[in-house]
């Protein structure tokens, strides 16, 4: 290549002799080749930059950018997991609970709100709406305006407001008097009127235990399964079944002092 180049310089240099019509002496026309060969190399060493720089710019431009790396969202992994987040607990204003009393009397009261039904004192019925009188048990219940009969009751609780009434003679030590009577109730299997009437004291008879519940201001409703004791004009004191009828009797409880203790016990 170096050769061939020389004789290309040496051949330019004849014709521009010829031209001019001289030649210029050997070292000037070797100065001048040497010159030309530097020159076409440092075009040739020019133009190979220039391919690198395009090729470094094209191999630029083929790759993607890729950025800088992405760190995962979420919390680092690691040994242990994190302790969980303690929320702040605000304290609610405090309120006042609203309490609602229960409908009706209860059914089973933890004691008797009023000391004649205790069963530890002795009381006398006499119904609200009598002028006079009070109510005997003489056989069977009545009202009477005299001493007859047993005028001397203990209600004993049996639970809730259910009682067991038992009827005492008046207080003068005789046997009789002290051995107490219990209220029944007694269906005459006719046309009659359910009655109240004296029997041995049992508990667990249904047609002993009363109900008494309070019916205005120290004022009682007596009743037996669904009859009330009400008082009749023309039968007296009964036992009847009033639907939803207003009542037309109640009683109050007198107190007349401690319970006597019935014999044996």
């Given at each position: ?67 800088p ?18 929320p ?8 006042t ?5 229960p409908?009706?009397p ?48 203990v ?48 508990n ?62």
């Open positions: 290549m170096a050769d061939q180049n020389l004789d290309d310089g040496l051949r330019s240099l004849a014709e521009d002799g010829a031209r001019r019509g001289r030649l210029a002496d050997a070292a000037v026309i070797r100065q001048r080749g040497d010159a030309h060969r530097a020159r076409r190399h440092a075009a040739s060493v020019a133009v190979g930059v220039a391919l690198v720089s395009l090729l470094t710019v094209g191999v630029a431009v083929g790759r993607p950018n890729a950025g790396p992405t760190s995962p969202v979420g919390p680092p992994a690691s040994g242990s997991p994190s302790a969980p987040a303690t702040t607990t605000t304290p609610s204003p405090t309120t609970a609203t309490v609602t009393p409908v009706g209860p059914s089973t009261p933890s004691s008797p709100t009023d000391p004649v039904l205790s069963g530890t004192r002795e009381v006398t019925i006499v119904r609200v709406q009598a002028t006079e009188g009070g109510i005997a048990l003489d056989g069977e219940l009545m009202e009477v305006d005299d001493n007859s009969g047993r005028q001397l009751f209600p004993t609780p049996l639970g809730g407001d259910t009682y067991l009434i038992k009827a005492y003679g008046k207080a003068d030590n005789h046997p009789a008097n002290d051995e107490p009577a219990c209220w029944q109730a007694y269906n005459p299997g006719n046309s009659g009127p359910l009655t109240v009437e004296g029997a041995v004291c049992d667990n008879n249904p047609a002993q235990r009363f109900t008494i519940t309070a019916s205005g201001k120290r004022a009682y409703a007596i009743s037996n399964a669904s009859a009330y004791l009400q008082h009749s004009p023309t039968r007296g004191i009964i036992l009847e079944e009033v639907g939803d009828a207003p009542l037309r009797s109640t009683f109050r409880f007198v107190d007349n002092g401690p319970a006597r203790r019935p014999l044996g016990g």
